[in-house]
Nanobody, 117 residues
Framework: QVQLVESGGGLVQAGGSLRLSCAASESISSAVVLGWSRQRPGEQRELVAR???????NYGDFVKGRFTISRDNAKNTIYLQMDNLRPEDSNVYYCTVRQKWHIPGSWGQGIRVTVSS
């Protein structure tokens, strides 16, 4: 399974920006799903952003134009640019890659984002 390592999290003030990166151990150029989700302890994991196999993109309803997902196939990396962050965006963010439909997706270890008011 592909190994994923997230980076770029941390503490930021409300209204600020962060860019999360997710480096994959193998090529992601033909992956069927690339994405970011977030989860707090005791809560369900929720979709933040996803790139589908047809290159269409889905965002969670709460994103409201503030976040942008992108990919760099040459670097085997997925990015999540987060702008105009809010305290309610504080969470642990996980990246995911699903290489083929018949293979379960891989998840990173998670990275914490904290937004202070």
């Amino acid at each position: 399974q592909v190994q994923l390592v997230e980076s770029g999290g941390g503490l930021v003030q409300a209204g600020g920006s962060l860019r999360l990166s997710c480096a994959a151990s193998e090529s992601i150029s033909s992956a069927v799903v690339l994405g970011w989700s977030r989860q707090r302890p005791g809560e369900q994991r929720e979709l933040v952003a996803r790139i589908n196999s047809d290159d269409s993109i889905n965002y969670g309803d709460f994103v409201k134009g503030r976040f942008t997902i992108s990919r760099d196939n040459a670097k085997n990396t997925i990015y999540l640019q987060m702008d105009n962050l809010r305290p309610e965006d504080s969470n642990v963010y996980y990246c995911t890659v699903r290489q083929k439909w018949h293979i379960p997706g891989s998840w990173g270890q998670g990275i914490r984002v904290t937004v202070s008011s």
